[in-house]
């Protein structure tokens, strides 16, 4: 049932159009994998897939550089595109004044 509300908690909040920040990566000195965790990348871009389609949300994934290839690689797996920080910020420059939350 947890998942159920999670999902149903999600539906009531997100708007189409609206940007949610899926953040996954787990890196630890010694623990440095291409892909981070396991379930991380998958479970993310799933996420991903389920909020683009279902909801007609603007997902945006974070991880840290050194899973970027990985989560790239789940992401268009998950018939998602994916653009880089540096070509999201061409497209959309950050504007001067402050959003309020």
Known sequence: MPALVAAEQLRARIRPGDS???ATGCTYPGFELMVGEPDGPMGAASLARALALG?????????E????NGIRAAV???GLNTISLDH????????????PC
């Open 88 to 99: 999201l910020l061409q497209l959309n420059p950050p504007s001067t004044g402050r959003r």
């Open 20 to 22: 949610v920040i899926i």
């Open 76 to 78: 268009r797996s998950a």
């Open 55 to 63: 909801l007609q949300a603007k997902p945006v994934v974070v991880a």
């Open 65 to 68: 550089e050194c899973l970027v």
